[in-house]
């Protein structure tokens, strides 16, 4: 799951005033302690973007008459940011929070916060989940942190209109056949950017494309024993020049992910296509609904890749922590997945169902029908995976600079790339 | 002629009662003020992740010798601080003044301009930072159409170091101004209006009367709301994190064009878990908000009562 950049900033404002507060004072006045009112046990469920659990919940409550579940949802850096301070201080986590995978490995450095799953049946769950995912939240210990939600997959999400008007295919068939590779992909955006109109681009901006291509390498910015590579990884590297050079071709309409000028963007029609992993399927479609069946979804340049995906945790500072536990093995088993992965898009981190023909047989209607079930289960099924290190989330964040000094013509690539490096060089410490 | 008990109690209760009752205040500074400080400088000698308190170690001022010699995103986060602090303050108390000035005449409807006055204070920080963020867009943003108007339109406000300070001071001027405003308003009409009827005597014109009479009869009004604007300033953390939202809000843009120090204190200590160095920032951050404090006062008492 990504950032669906909600609009609760005042949410944001006051996590971050309660969590100065907290962190300062050693307080922990603030936040989310459930007084059990009523008799109900109450259980509170911290998220960010959307996923989708505000159905499953009604059926939980309904089958559970003594439970109440509350959800708040931040975005995704405040998300993170807020359950640090929280775990910090002791108090004000919710009961259940999503770790995204490119924050798990952080959080599964400190496990002592958080409930070990394995001593509360996880163990015997264990097989439900794509083996990597299984292990990523896994801490050097043996805790086990989390249980696996969705994982993000790779695709293109193209405008179908866009392409046409620029005399490119718009089938999907022939969209995938126009690249084979990175390289395809961008010369493809030559293509279309010498007849597209004023304002449109040919991607949404290059740090999106940076996460896909990054998401491809074997390995990524860290090696397996938590050392960062960003340096000496040759495919970074590579990736990083590519974009550059996609971005001087003019083909970027320079919009960084997950803000509401992006948001905009996917409403304006500013770009024709974006790096799709199953999550922003849902994303895009809740931005501008009014694009229905403009979308179509291709497979990703170079095959498979990962980019995103959660897990549910269980804060040992929570008061319920037997009754959460339960509660998020149940909203991760493969049933409750397939359900998120028909009404939301999000793909399921359960392998037994990616031959499911109730999975596999999905269409989206809003894109255009596209077969995202197939599409998404075979690219999930190609997808190696790459290790997370600590703090994976906050490189992507310092790539995520970088590329916007590029696409804002204050550096060009090779200075910005060494103004990256040492600006993650400090992350190490 | 011995004491009684009540003699006595009543002595106690004459001495002692008056503590009583101002400990409440003293109470809560102590743990609401006191306390954090003295805590935060005990944490800003340590080197301490913020999910780690067990792990944290005493590195004496290591932390303050990293940041004053060795750090220069800090120097450029104070550089932006000064900045904006002056691009904000400047212009606030200037519109405040002549804002004042103008409702303190008769015109129709004062009451509802008056009231006016505060509305843009009352609203939520984050409300305005996300209207005016839009209004500052690159793409669709209404400053921008508005000076497409005059063959200009293109800026990308995020993007550059003086737009985007332009862009931040703009909302906190916006916010602000009526606050000082009302000040001044209120004392303006403490001014016996027999000063203004010599002044007209004695030849003196709307301006000249405004700078020689107005303004020097403000003086405590001014020094009062500098120095409020300034140590409001000085901490600016809202306004620039939420004009550049998204994964990257607290670097304050791609270039840290205007991330302030207070945004770098929340970067370093939220972001980077670096609890020990956010707390030495802190520490800093107080007490340069105390040094240009002082010296916008210095300044502003230079304000003739000729």
């Known amino acids: ?429 | 002629m011995a004491l009684t008990f009540a003699d006595r109690r009543h002595k106690w209760d004459v001495k002692l009662s008056p503590f009583g009752f101002v400990s409440p205040y003293f109470l809560i500074f102590g743990v609401f003020g006191l306390f954090p400080l003295l805590y935060t400088a005990f944490v800003s000698l340590q080197k301490r992740n913020l999910l780690d308190a067990e792990g944290a170690r005493f590195i004496g001022f290591g932390n303050y010798e990293q940041l004053l010699f060795h750090d220069p995103y800090f120097w450029n986060a104070m550089g932006n601080t000064v900045s904006l602090w002056l691009l904000t303050t400047i212009p606030q108390i200037l519109f405040a003044l002549g804002i004042a000035h103008l409702l303190n005449r008769r015109l129709r409807g004062r009451t509802l301009f008056r009231m006016g006055m505060i509305l843009p204070n009352i609203t939520s920080v984050a409300a305005v930072t996300i209207i005016f963020a839009q209004l500052f867009g690159r793409d669709f943003g209404l400053v921008n159409w508005v000076l497409s108007w005059f063959g200009g339109g293109h800026v990308d406000w995020q993007a550059g170091t003086a737009s985007s300070h332009t862009a931040i001071a703009a909302m906190v001027v916006w916010r602000w101004t009526g606050y000082h405003a009302l000040i001044f308003l209120a004392s303006m009409q403490a001014i016996p209006s027999t000063m203004y009827e010599a002044a007209t005597l004695d030849g003196a014109r709307g301006w000249q009367q405004f700078w020689r009479i107005t303004v020097p009869l403000l003086r405590p009004q001014i020094i009062f709301s500098t120095v409020i604007a300034t140590t409001g300033n000085m901490r600016l953390l809202a306004e620039p994190l939420l004009f550049n939202p998204g994964t990257a809000a607290a670097t304050g843009g791609s270039d840290r064009q205007f991330q302030t120090a207070a945004l770098y204190l929340y970067e370093q200590g939220f972001t980077k878990y670096d609890f020990g160095y956010s707390s030495a920032i802190a520490l800093i951050l107080a007490v340069a908000t105390m040094l240009v404090a002082g010296l916008s006062y210095l300044v502003t008492r230079r304000i003739q009562t000729d």
């Open chain 1, 1 to 429: 799951m990504r950032p669906k950049t909600t609009n609760r900033r005042i949410r944001l404002i006051a996590g971050a005033v309660c969590a100065g507060l907290a962190a300062v004072t050693a307080l922990s006045a603030c936040g989310g302690g459930d007084a059990g009112g009523g008799g109900k046990i109450k259980l509170s469920l911290g998220l960010f973007g959307n996923f989708g659990y505000t159905d499953l919940i009604k059926e939980y409550q309904a089958a559970h008459p003594d439970i109440e579940i509350t959800e708040r949802t931040a975005s995704y850096s405040d998300h993170h940011k807020n359950l640090a301070a929280h775990l910090a201080t002791g108090g004000g986590a919710a009961d259940i929070e999503a770790i995204d995978t490119g924050y798990v490995a952080q959080f599964k450095a400190t496990p002592d916060k958080f409930v070990d799953l394995t001593t509360v049946g996880g163990d015997k769950l264990k097989d439900r989940w794509l083996g990597w995912k299984w292990s990523a939240s896994l801490a050097k210990g043996g805790q086990q942190i989390g249980y696996g939600t969705d994982v993000g997959g790779l695709a293109i999400c193209y405008r179908r209109d866009l392409l046409q008007n620029a005399g490119l295919p718009a089938d999907r068939e022939a969209v995938s056949a126009l690249w084979p590779t990175w390289q395809a992909f961008f010369d493809t955006g030559k293509r279309f950017q010498a007849k597209a109109p004023t304002g449109v681009k040919w991607m949404d901006g290059g740090p999106t494309v940076l996460n896909a291509i990054f998401g491809q390498a074997p390995t990524g910015y860290y090696d397996q024993s938590d050392k960062l590579v960003v340096d000496s990884n040759p495919a970074l590297r590579a990736g990083w020049d590519q974009v550059v050079d996609a971005v001087k071709a003019n083909l970027s309409a320079g919009l960084l992910y997950s803000t509401p000028t992006w948001n905009t963007g996917f409403t304006q029609g500013q770009f024709a296509t974006v790096t799709c992993p199953a999550w922003m399927m849902t994303k895009i479609k809740d931005q501008a609904p009014d694009t229905s069946g403009k979308w179509d979804v291709a497979t990703v340049p170079g095959g498979g890749g990962n980019w995103g995906g959660s897990y549910l945790t269980i804060p040992k500072q929570g008061k319920h922590t037997k009754e959460a536990a339960e509660l998020a093995a149940w909203l991760t088993a493969p049933e409750q997945q397939a359900k998120v992965f028909t009404s939301q898009g999000l793909l399921p981190s359960t392998p037994s169902l990616y031959d499911d023909p109730k999975i596999t047989g999905y269409t989206n209607p809003f894109f255009n029908n596209a077969p995202v079930g197939k599409l998404f289960t075979d690219a999930a099924k190609k997808l190696n995976p790459q290790y997370q290190g600590p703090k994976a989330g906050d490189v992507q964040t310092e790539f995520g600079n970088a590329m916007q000094r590029v696409e804002q013509g204050k550096q060009d690539g090779a200075a910005a790339w060494q103004q990256l490096v040492g600006d993650v060089a400090k992350l190490q410490s």
